[in-house]
Antibody, heavy 123, light 106 residues
Framework: QVQLQESGPGLVKPSQTLSLTCTVSGVSMNSGDYYWSWVRQAPGEGLEWIGYIHNSGNTDYNPSLKSPVIISIDTSSNLFSLRLTSVTAADTAVYYC???????????????WGQGILVTVSS | DIQMTQSPSALSASVGDRVTITCRASQSIRSFLNWYQQKPGKAPKLLIYAASSLQSGVPSRFSGSGSGTDFTLTISSLQPEDFATYYC????????FGPGTKVDIK
């Protein structure tokens, strides 16, 4: 069974860098045609896609994000990471990692999710 | 940029009711549309992918239809565990979620 688990600090100061890791188990990140994604949800709000990375290393990011984003992958350790720099209070949210399945017709869907981690940006 | 809307934003229904939620895209997204269910404090759960395909393990009372710009999620007979918020998501371009529809108890 595929499982994802987010980890990282729950509190980050404004203007600093938010760093999270998603550890994947039950599947090798080297196998298959998957993307690995980060999604966040501000308190009381809807879901916002942050970006994803393919196991080839290719990335796509949400252009509407105000804070610069980097997603990286370490297939040897079966994990991927998120870095959000120069954060503000608007980046306070529950952050989810998810696997993105890609079909042979290029359909994508987010089939496995981590439980989420709350990150608060505050001094 | 593609915009996604959902209607209604909230609805009240009773157990056994047939519930329909609509999702609309600002331009054609063919069938690149997924549906998720989210309960408070939990991660979203995939229900329907590619507009009408039922994810493995999801009860058959859930169904999806539509293509182009207009899509529908239908719950044929609402069960107690179905009270939740439902999101559509387009993946025709960079993924984008709709604003959500909250289904609560009448």
């Amino acid at each position: 069974q595929v499982q994802l688990q987010e980890s990282g600090p729950g509190l980050v100061k404004p203007s600093q860098t938010l760093s999270l890791t998603c550890t994947v188990s039950g599947v090798s990140m080297n196998s298959g045609d998957y993307y690995w994604s980060w999604v966040r949800q501000a308190p009381g709000e809807g879901l916002e896609w942050i970006g994803y990375i393919h196991n080839s290393g290719n990335t796509d990011y949400n252009p509407s994000l105000k804070s610069p984003v980097i997603i990286s992958i370490d297939t040897s350790s079966n994990l991927f990471s998120l870095r959000l720099t120069s954060v503000t209070a608007a980046d306070t949210a529950v952050y989810y990692c998810a696997r993105v399945f890609t079909s042979d017709l290029a359909y994508k869907w987010f089939d496995f999710w981590g439980q989420g981690i709350l990150v608060t940006v505050s001094s | 940029d593609i915009q996604m809307t959902q209607s209604p934003s909230a609805l009240s229904a009773s157990v056994g009711d047939r519930v329909t939620i609509t999702c609309r895209a600002s331009q054609s997204i063919r069938s690149f549309l997924n549906w998720y269910q989210q309960k408070p404090g939990k991660a979203p759960k995939l229900l329907i992918y590619a507009a009408s395909s039922l994810q493995s393990g999801v009860p058959s009372r859930f169904s999806g239809s539509g293509s182009g710009t207009d899509f529908t999620l239908t719950i044929s007979s609402l069960q107690p565990e179905d009270f939740a918020t439902y999101y559509c998501q387009q993946t025709y371009s960079n993924p984008l979620f709709g604003p959500g529809t909250k289904v609560d108890i009448k």
